[in-house]
């Protein structure tokens, strides 16, 4: 797949002309003042730094049409997922878990019962809306916006993309599916720290976890020793048996020890410039050179473990379902679980003749999972649904743009 091009945001000018954002040598002293009135946002410790500061709307230029979610409209399916995914999580909201886990951000502005409020509104909003403007004139006059400041405390976040993978496999072992993914060990909680690195688990070639701790944990049996490794960097996926039938795995849990990309290794080692390292270029790679498998999987000492989920669709952190295109992961020790958000930034396209182009757009989002990768202010994936399709999509994205939060104003 060629690498797509990436039309650039707009302008600082433009975006000074709309709306009114100080020039860069006013943004010290403002940030200073945001700080200052929008501390409460803090949700880890008094001594962790300040992610989110409040904006008054999306910087963007008049009459740019990129900044509206035009996609609620144009497919109508689309309204209907966004409608699900919002009551997906204010289902998660209502639970014990979030009551337990919003007890973190005690004394914020962001507390469970305004998120709750802030979704149950909007959702009045889309629904009695006839457009994407007046969706969006409605959501200015009555909801906060803030912004997440990103990697450079500037507001630059860098999106990237998952999805669920569709993968053939087998419910046992044969000459054909040989490579296994594995169920969660009863007993990781006792196991020693650190815990055995991926090599020491399933061995070099992958083949060797019966002659260890995975023994007996074997889930499903895969044909390409790539396939389960991407399901674990993917956190879920749906399967396909030889008889036609299907069904789902999510993820169970994971061992300690931080992902290692292996497109980074093949970096490092000279293989391919960092700046072109895509999944496409990954798998092309590996589908060349099978046996670099051997040499570059069990570099990443991380290892993920499964549960069977019976064609439920994929989950997130908040325990539940993905929405394609509108639900987001990000660092939940920084980010407010179930949550609306606001984000903007170049994503890829699949076109009628089914070449790849990249737009920017907006899309409004509910902040419902997490990732081993995703950490800090400044990252955001993308979930972009299940399939060859949606797997393309996530394999080129790799941009910057802006993350925001809404929240219902007090009046």
């Not at 954002?21 to 803090?42: E, F, G, R, W």
């Not at 909201?93 to 979030?98: F, I, V």
């Not at 399709?389 to 939060?405: E, I, K």
Request: hydrophobic share 35%; with cysteine.
């Amino acid at each position: 797949m060629q690498p797509v091009a990436k039309p650039k945001l707009a302008a600082l000018q433009c975006r000074l002309q709309r709306w009114q954002i100080p020039p860069s040598s006013q943004v010290d002293k403002q940030d200073i003042t945001a700080k200052k009135s929008t501390q409460k946002l803090n949700h880890k410790a008094k001594s962790s730094p300040l992610v989110l500061r409040e904006k008054a709307l999306l910087p963007c230029c008049k009459g740019d049409l990129s900044c509206l979610d035009k996609q609620i409209w144009d497919q109508n399916p689309d309204k209907k997922a966004l409608l699900n995914s919002i009551d997906q999580s204010l289902r998660y909201l209502q639970t014990r878990s979030a009551e337990i886990t919003y007890r973190r951000y005690e004394n914020s502005t962001i507390t469970r019962t305004k998120i709750i409020k802030s979704l149950q509104r909007f959702r009045q909003i889309l629904l009695a809306s006839n457009s994407v403007y007046e969706l969006n004139t409605t959501v200015a006059r009555e909801f906060n916006f803030y912004q997440s400041l990103g990697k450079d405390g500037k507001g630059s976040v860098l999106f990237t993309a998952y999805y669920e993978p569709l993968y053939a496999a087998s419910r046992v072992p044969t000459a054909e599916y040989r490579y296994p993914i594995y169920r969660l060990p009863p007993d990781l909680n006792r196991w020693p720290r650190p815990h055995p690195q991926r090599r020491e688990l399933e061995g070099i070639d992958g083949l060797q976890g019966a002659k260890g701790k995975l023994r007996g944990l074997e889930l499903f049996w895969f044909r390409d020793r790539l396939e389960p490794y991407i399901i674990q960097i993917q956190g879920s996926g749906r399967l396909q048996f030889p008889d036609g039938s299907q069904t789902t795995v999510g993820y169970a849990g994971n061992t300690a020890h931080n992902y290692k990309s292996i497109g980074r290794e093949l970096a490092k080692d000279g293989i391919f410039p960092v700046e072109s390292i895509t999944m496409p270029v990954i798998l092309d790679y590996f589908r060349k050179n099978p046996e670099k498998l051997d040499v570059y999987i069990p570099r990443d000492p991380s290892f993920v473990f499964f549960q069977e989920n019976f064609g439920a669709p994929a989950q997130g952190s908040i325990q539940v379902p993905l929405t394609a295109e509108r639900s987001i992961a990000t660092d939940k020790s920084l980010m407010p679980p179930g949550a609306l958000a606001l984000i903007r930034s170049n994503f890829p396209f699949v076109k009628s003749n089914g070449e790849m182009e990249s737009r920017v757009v907006s899309r409004y989002v509910l902040d419902q999972d997490a990732g081993g990768a995703i950490k800090g202010a400044g990252r955001v994936d993308y979930f972009l649904g299940t399939g060859k399709v949606a797997g393309d999509r996530a394999g080129v994205t790799v941009s910057n743009g802006q993350l925001y939060y809404l929240l219902l104003k007090n009046n």
